[in-house]
C-alpha cells in the first residue's frame, strides 16, 4: 500500500487560489476513480475535483472556506501500489476522524452550492413529518452532519437537534435520517407554545458565494457614489400588446414577460446615450465605452445572486431575447452556467419581479456604470382626459456612478427608455 497526494488543480487561466466550498468525502471513506472529492468556487462558478485515482481517503487538507492556491496540497489517498507521495502529513491540518469532527462543530452550517452532491428527496407530506417529538440535545451540543444531510433536513422541515447520529462524534448519515423518518419522529420544528424560551443561536459560515457576493458588494458600496433616480412608467399598452403576442405566438416561442421588452428598450436607448453601456477602470481611469449592449440580468439562484450575461442584446429579437434569458435562468438554476456567461456585461437589469416594490435602491454591478431596476406593476388611477381611469404603472428604479455619469444624463437615458416602454411600437422601429 501506498499514499497518493492530490493537489489543486490548474483550473483556468490565470486563476491562483480557490475556495473549497464543499467536501463530498470524508476521511476513511473508499472512492473510485473520477469520485467528486472536492467542490471548489472561482470567481463564481463552481468546479468539482474527481480523483485520479482508486483509494481511501486519509487526511483532507483544508476546511469549506479556506482559500487555498493552485498546486497546494488537497487531499491524500491509500491506495494499492506504492502511490506518488511519502511526504508528512503536517501536524496544523485535520488527521483523523475526531478531527474532521471538530471541524464539523466549527462548520455548524454551510452554504450550499449549485453542484452539491445530489441526494435522495424526502417526501414532505404529513406522513412523512409526523408530530412525534423527539428529545432534543442538551443546550450546547451541536449536531454534526455533512452539507448534504443538512440540506436534506431542512427540505423535510427537520431539526437536526432531534436527529441521533451514530458516526464517529454522533456524526448523522442519511442513513440515520432516513431512520429518523421512518420512525415516525420526523420533528420539524419545537412546539409553538412550550413555555420554556428558545436560546439557540445557529452559526452560519459565510462562505462560497455568499462570500463572493458579499465582498463585491461592501467593495462597490465604499468605492462607488451612487445616486438613484426613480421614474413612473404607464406599461398599460405594452402589457396589452404582450398579452396579444403571447397569445400568438407559436409552440417553439418562449412565453414573453416584460424583460425582453425591458432589454429591448434598454438597448435601444443606449444608441442614444452610448455612455451608459461602459466599464469604468478607476485604477487606470479609463471608461471602456462598448458599441455593443451586453446586458446583464441579476438573477437569484438558491445560492446567492448571480448576473448571466445576454450578449449582443441589440442583434437579438423580442422572442430571441426572451429565449435567451429563459436560458441563462435556467443554466443558473441548475448549476451548467459557463463561466463565460457570467462575465462581460456592460450594463445591468435587476428586478424583484412581483414582489418588487415601489422603490428600490439598486447596486451596481462594478465595473459598469449604470443599472436598471425593474418595480412590480400595479393598478393606479390616473388622471386623463378629465378623469381618473386605472391604467398599469411601474416603477423604474436606477443607480449610476456618479464619477462617469452626471443627474441629467441619467435622467434623460431613463427617459428614453420611458418613452419607448409607453409607446410600445417604436420598440420595433429604427431610431
Given at each position: 500500500m501506498g499514499n497518493?497526494?492530490?493537489n489543486v488543480p490548474d483550473i483556468g487561466e490565470g486563476i491562483a487560489e480557490v475556495e473549497i466550498v464543499e467536501w463530498p468525502v470524508n476521511i476513511g471513506d473508499s472512492i473510485?476513480?473520477?469520485d467528486i472529492i472536492c467542490v471548489v468556487m472561482t470567481d463564481k462558478a463552481t468546479v468539482e475535483i474527481p480523483s485520479p485515482v482508486d483509494g481511501e481517503i486519509t487526511w483532507l487538507g483544508s476546511e469549506a472556506?479556506?482559500?487555498i492556491a493552485v498546486g497546494e496540497k488537497l487531499v491524500r489517498l491509500q491506495v494499492e501500489g506504492?502511490?506518488?507521495?511519502?511526504g508528512e502529513i503536517s501536524e496544523a491540518q485535520p488527521r483523523t476522524v475526531a478531527d474532521v469532527a471538530k471541524v464539523e462543530v466549527k462548520l455548524e452550517a454551510k452554504v450550499e452550492t449549485t453542484q452539491a452532491v445530489t441526494t435522495p428527496t424526502i417526501s414532505s407530506t404529513p406522513t412523512a413529518?409526523?408530530?412525534?417529538?423527539?428529545?432534543?440535545?442538551p443546550e450546547g451540543e451541536k449536531p454534526i452532519a455533512p452539507p448534504a444531510v443538512r440540506q436534506r433536513a431542512r427540505n423535510a422541515g427537520i431539526d437536526l437537534n432531534f436527529v441521533r447520529g451514530t458516526g464517529p462524534a454522533n456524526r448523522i448519515s442519511h442513513e440515520d435520517l432516513d431512520n429518523f423518518i421512518a420512525g415516525g419522529s420526523s420533528k420539524a420544528a419545537a412546539p409553538s407554545h412550550t413555555g420554556i424560551a428558545n436560546t439557540a443561536i445557529e452559526q452560519i459560515k459565510v462562505i462560497g458565494l455568499r462570500r463572493k457576493i458579499a465582498k463585491v458588494m461592501q467593495d462597490t458600496m465604499q468605492r462607488l457614489p451612487h445616486f438613484t433616480y426613480v421614474e413612473e412608467v404607464d406599461v398599460t399598452e405594452l402589457e396589452l400588446l404582450r398579452a396579444k403576442l403571447n397569445k400568438n405566438r407559436r409552440d417553439d416561442q418562449p412565453k414573453l414577460t416584460i424583460l425582453p421588452f425591458i432589454i429591448k428598450a434598454l438597448e435601444k436607448a443606449i444608441k442614444v446615450y452610448p455612455e451608459m453601456?461602459?466599464?469604468?477602470?478607476?485604477?487606470e481611469n479609463i471608461v471602456h465605452r462598448y458599441a455593443a449592449a451586453h446586458i446583464g440580468i441579476a438573477t437569484q439562484t438558491d445560492n446567492g445572486l448571480v448576473v448571466p450575461v445576454v450578449k449582443h442584446a441589440e442583434a437579438l429579437d423580442i422572442w430571441q431575447a426572451a429565449a435567451e434569458v429563459k436560458r441563462l435562468a435556467m443554466a443558473c438554476r441548475d448549476g451548467s452556467v459557463k463561466r463565460e456567461e457570467l462575465s462581460g456585461s456592460t450594463i445591468t437589469i435587476t428586478s424583484l419581479g412581483p414582489m418588487g416594490g415601489i422603490v428600490t435602491t439598486p447596486v451596481i454591478n462594478a465595473p459598469e456604470v449604470a443599472i436598471v431596476g425593474i418595480n412590480k406593476i400595479t393598478k393606479r388611477p390616473v388622471w386623463q382626459d378629465g378623469a381618473f381611469i386605472p391604467r398599469d404603472i411601474m416603477n423604474l428604479s436606477s443607480s449610476f456612478d456618479h464619477r462617469i455619469i452626471d443627474g441629467w444624463e441619467a435622467t434623460l437615458f431613463i427617459q428614453q427608455i420611458k418613452s419607448l416602454?409607453?409607446?410600445?411600437?417604436?420598440?420595433?422601429?429604427?431610431?
Open positions: 497518493y497526494l492530490i473510485e476513480e473520477d472556506g479556506d482559500l506504492e502511490g506518488n507521495d511519502t413529518v409526523a408530530a412525534t417529538v423527539g428529545i432534543p440535545r453601456s461602459s466599464r469604468f477602470d478607476d485604477v416602454l409607453e409607446s410600445p411600437a417604436t420598440l420595433f422601429m429604427d431610431l
